[in-house]
């Protein structure tokens, strides 16, 4: 039972022994217990890299609900390790995390912009894990996790073009040309109010229009005195205003004693130019700084109202990858929200410090989150590349994390070049196309390139610009590749087979420019009885004349059928072995 996805049945045991008393069901709950996959992280030795997320994410939540009913300090390690496990090492600047629903090592997100990132359900109950935590200890790090999974991976994940039946997303893709895929969601109104145990506190941690009414102690306890009651107001249009966070409207029943207002100053406000006014009168307060709570304490009175102010700005999110090939990529942030740049290249380099966005990036409106960005895409200038935030993003082509520091370059050499085929980072794959681990041999490692599942077209680009220059054409492009066709069927029975075209696509606009191969159809060579890949199919298109004057990039287009693919990265030898040689002079295409 443990190795299916039992769906956090220890929380279940754990809250029944609650309710019951039953030791029977905490014996139950603990029986549950993957111990041997928890273990590391009781160790604080993060493991996750292979595992399937939302298997365990509701195992740690029967982890964090053991703690709080049994003091088990195992429990409550378990839990806290975990998270800051996933949000350190496996997590995108949306606060979501894992790839196909799986977990890859610690910093190496830079593999896995894709189409298949981010489950839905695992950012759900990352929300519920970061509840936890923040009840055990009421700091604002977790309240801020919070606010940005649920703006980015949760409002993200909905598509209002139709107001009378939104849909919602399984994956939320991340990569170059996004495409949205009609899934779920909930949690809206969680957790946007937290009140101390004694009832003398209320922490504020979401800028949300909202009510919450509570019980307080009464400033006279006279039994005649009657219930006291404070009503908390919020009235907000965080986050599109620019002048103001939100403001508190303080209604009360009774004489209730002093209460405290605890209003989260959020990580991303910087340190300067917060503004709380308690009445009209600017309040001076102790410097909360960002990433704690800046407190009103008073006997509150009906009409009070408080107003609070954190300036957003733009900020840099570096993807969480320590390779170099990496240090340059990056998604874009205003406050809590990730940006989405409307296009369908991940290659953008600003017109100056990418870590710095507010000296490239500028907001277009004051009513309306509208952003644009100078720089150049794909090698071309562009005055103004158009940002929206990622919950605003509709059926638009778009991409989060761009490497800044452009696309690789295949330049013109007249004896001809190599482009550059043996790493999964030398390609972007789209539309279910990923990176998988398959059996090795004397020429690949085992890494290979995954076409996705049957039915579906997907598309594997290589990120590398092929730049010949003015009045110059592509004449020749040669390549070899290997394949197992996965989801075989049983003897006597048949399944159409899959196949694949070579392209060339315009790097800047992502259209097709040729097709320069397309194969038969490829079955013969099993994923699920294998005894060997194909032999190499070798590709060799000459005689082109494809204009290169602007930059071209190669691509492999995929039609699976019934069948899928894997096509072995040779990076033990030299690749696909593609070089592509030019031609001075006219050309046809």
Not at 22 to 30: D, I, R, S, T, W
Not at 342 to 348: A, D, K, P
Not at 350 to 365: K, L, Q, Y
Not at 448 to 468: C, E, F, K, Y
Request: aromatic share 10%; net charge negative.
């Amino acid at each position: 039972v443990l190795g299916t996805e039992w769906g956090g049945m220890n929380e279940v045991m754990f809250n029944l022994y609650n309710v019951t008393g039953n030791p029977a069901f905490l014996k139950a709950g603990y029986a549950f217990n993957h111990w041997s996959w928890s273990a590391p992280l009781a160790s604080a030795v993060d493991d996750l890299a292979g595992n399937h997320a939302n298997t365990h994410i509701p195992e740690v939540i029967g982890n964090a609900r053991g703690y709080e009913l049994t003091g088990n300090l195992t429990d409550r390690d378990i839990t806290m390790y975990f998270f800051d496990a996933v949000t350190t090492n496996h997590s995108f600047a949306t606060g979501g995390s894992n790839d196909g629903e799986h977990w890859g090592p610690a910093l190496r997100l830079g593999d896995e912009l894709n189409a298949n990132t981010e489950e839905s359900c695992t950012q759900y109950n990352m929300l519920k894990v970061a509840r936890h935590l923040f009840q055990w200890s009421a700091e604002a790090a977790y309240a801020d996790f919070y606010e940005r999974a649920i703006l980015n991976g949760i409002l993200g994940n909905q598509n209002l073009l139709d107001p009378d039946t939104p849909s919602f997303i399984y994956m939320l893709p991340l990569g170059g040309g996004g495409i949205k895929k009609p899934e779920q969601f909930s949690k809206m109104s969680d957790s946007i109010y937290f009140r101390a145990p004694d009832d003398t506190a209320i922490f504020v941690n979401q800028f949300v229009s909202s009510t919450v009414s509570w019980t307080v102690p009464c400033a006279n306890t006279s039994a005649r005195a009657g219930p006291c009651e404070i009503q908390l107001t919020q009235v907000t249009d965080f986050p599109v205003s620019n002048d103001s966070t939100t403001e508190l409207e303080i209604e009360v029943t009774g004489q209730p004693q002093a209460v405290a207002v605890r209003v989260r100053v959020p990580a991303w406000a910087g340190s300067r130019g917060s503004d709380v006014r308690l009445n009209g009168v600017a309040v001076e307060l102790e410097a909360a700084g960002s990433g704690g709570y800046l407190e009103v304490e008073r006997v509150w009175a009906s009409g009070d109202r408080l107003r609070v102010h954190f300036p957003m700005h733009l900020w840099a999110s570096p993807i969480q990858d320590d390779r170099a090939e990496f240090n340059g990529t990056m998604a874009w942030m205003y406050g809590p929200l990730v940006l989405a740049g409307l296009s369908t290249s991940e290659y953008f380099v600003p017109a100056s410090d990418p870590f710095n966005p507010s000296d490239f990036i500028s907001r277009d409106s004051d009513s309306a989150l509208v952003f644009s960005a100078k720089g150049k895409l794909d090698h071309q200038a562009t005055s103004a590349l158009k940002f929206i935030p990622l919950y605003q993003v509709m059926e638009e082509a778009y991409t989060v994390y761009y490497h800044t520091r452009g696309s690789s370059v295949v330049p013109y050499n007249p004896k001809g070049a190599v482009i550059p085929t043996k790493s999964p980072s030398d390609f972007e794959f789209l539309n279910g196309a990923s990176e998988a681990p398959f059996r090795r041999d004397a020429s690949s490692s085992g890494v290979t390139l995954r076409t996705g599942d049957p039915g579906q077209q997907t598309q594997i680009n290589s990120v590398h610009a092929i730049i010949g220059g003015k009045d110059r054409s592509i004449s020749n492009i040669h390549l070899q590749f290997r394949y197992v066709a996965g989801y075989t069927p049983p003897a006597g029975r048949e399944a159409r087979a899959a196949n694949l075209s070579v392209v060339l696509l315009n790097a800047s606009s992502q259209e097709m420019v040729a097709t320069i191969y397309t194969s038969p159809p490829l079955g013969n060579y099993s994923y699920d009885d294998f005894t060997g890949y194909s032999p190499f199919i070798q590709v060799a298109a000459d005689g082109l004349r494809v204009a290169n004057d602007s930059p071209l990039m190669l691509a492999f287009i995929i039609s699976n059928n019934q069948r899928n693919l894997q096509i072995p990265v040779e990076d033990l030898t030299n690749g696909f072995a593609a070089n592509v040689t030019w031609h001075n002079g006219a050309k046809e295409h």
